[in-house]
């Protein structure tokens, strides 16, 4: 395989770990809320959904190792606990999220049943596939993906072309920091902490005659073209969300709003094949996510079989409590835990990215204890206390925006490099 063939290749395995079913829902009711502002929203989406991941790909290329290894430099005992609040974050929101999307765009169109059956039938299944371990999954992955993908360029192209580009009012209030915060629920950048070092170790393998140098050179073209073509998917279906606004109420939900997008765009025969589609592809991921947490888990407990179970029963139990909610709940339920997770977890993917005179030790525990304190007025203002912090938030930057963390966090980057390199 030559090399360019083996980029394109790489780059393709790296779309399809980030384009999940749940990330579709989100950029359309963004662009049908932005208006004439909706490239700036797209471009804050991408930011947190498309570069955040794609730079924690490349800092697994430069650790080749674990979850765990992208904090262990604050303290083991910190990168354990962190790593425990990820996989607890994945297993009991993102998981349950596809059971919801499967059954608001796949069964509640076409069948009048209630979504606990959609739940219980769902995540008994996947406990079937996850204590079996299917190969099947891996296979059907890699032809769900394509499929989604051609189906999306056409719903996108078919809009572009049968639409003006009359834009309406803007209706969101920060269209760049807003677009920032909704890309938090697409769960990437947690998503390429989790499991891309699965996907590096696997290209390592593929490619282990290439010195470490050109695999890096190979992960990192790689990761660029991938985060491209997510750039342009997300673009293209928040403008698409732009254009028709018109066609829709205004109090659509995310899963309303891209099934009437794909009727629209490709008819009834489209919109049922999009929702198949992304049902696969929701199964795949909620799979995906059951295992990831049971491996996790058992490897914690020296290998133990039945540690592996019963995470994989209690993932299970969780998908169904929380899969039967409608996907706005579950999102809404999610955003308090982004707000401090993932904040922490953008500074960690950061940190481990710069150059090693810039990474030491004392700069991961510096830039994280403020991130932490930091994050702490925006988790507060997301549990419904916003009123009780307004006059705090005044005197930090930013933090009127939930990212109150930035400048803190980027600051103290600064000082600590600026102290150690004099000493």
């Given at each position: 395989m030559n090399q360019t063939k083996k980029i394109v290749v790489t780059a393709f395995a790296l779309f399809s770990l980030f384009f999940g079913a749940g990330n579709l829902i989100l950029p359309p009711l963004l662009g049908f809320t932005s208006g004439s502002v909706w490239w700036l929203v797209a471009f804050g989406f991408c930011v947190s959904a498309v570069l955040i991941p794609i730079l924690g790909i490349l800092a697994h290329a430069k650790l080749q190792g674990t979850i765990f290894d992208f904090g262990k430099k604050v303290s083991p005992t910190f990168s354990l606990i962190y790593s425990f609040i990820i996989y607890a974050i994945s297993i009991s929101l993102p998981s349950p999220r596809t059971a919801s999307v499967?059954?608001?765009?796949?069964?509640?169109?076409?069948?009048?049943?209630?979504?606990?059956?959609?739940?219980?039938?769902?995540?008994?299944?996947?406990?079937?596939?996850?204590i079996n371990r299917s190969k099947i999954l891996n296979i059907v992955g890699k032809l769900l993906t394509p499929a989604i993908i051609i189906i999306l360029l056409l719903l996108i192209s078919n809009i572009l072309f049968s639409f003006p580009f009359d834009f309406s009012t803007m209706r969101i209030p920060s269209p760049f920091t807003d677009g920032i915060l909704e890309g938090y629920q697409t769960f990437d950048a947690i998503g390429a902490v989790v499991v891309g070092g699965v996907i590096i170790i696997s290209i390592n393998i593929e490619n282990k005659q290439a010195s470490y140098a050109d695999k890096k050179a190979l992960i990192r073209r790689a990761g660029w073209l991938a985060g491209l073509g997510l750039f342009l998917i997300y673009a293209g279906l928040i403008l698409s969300g732009t254009l028709v606004v018109g066609a829709f109420d205004s109090d659509i939900s995310r899963t309303a709003l891209l099934s009437g997008m794909a009727t629209l765009s490709l008819g009834s025969i489209g919109n049922l094949c999009l929702s198949i589609l992304v049902s696969l592809a929701c199964f795949t991921t909620a799979v995906g996510i059951v295992t990831g947490t049971s491996d996790f888990v058992r490897a914690q407990f020296k290998g133990s079989n039945m540690a592996y179970m019963l995470t994989a029963i209690l993932g299970c139990i969780l998908g169904v409590v929380m899969g039967q909610f409608n996907v706005a709940y579950i999102i809404a339920v999610a955003l308090p835990a982004l707000m401090f997770i993932y904040p922490i977890t953008i500074v960690l993917i950061l940190l481990n990215v710069v150059p090693e005179k810039y990474g030491s030790s004392t700069v991961f525990k510096a830039v994280v204890i403020a991130t932490v304190v930091f994050s702490i007025p925006d988790f507060l203002g997301s549990i419904g206390y916003a009123e009780t912090i307004a006059g705090l938030q005044s005197y930090i930057p930013l933090s009127a925006f939930s990212l109150g963390w930035v400048v803190p966090a980027f600051s103290v980057f600064c000082i600590v490099n600026l102290v150690s390199n004099k000493n």
């Open positions: 499967t059954h608001e765009m796949a069964i509640a169109p076409f069948f009048d049943s209630p979504s606990w059956i959609t739940s219980i039938i769902y995540f008994s299944l996947v406990f079937v596939f996850v």
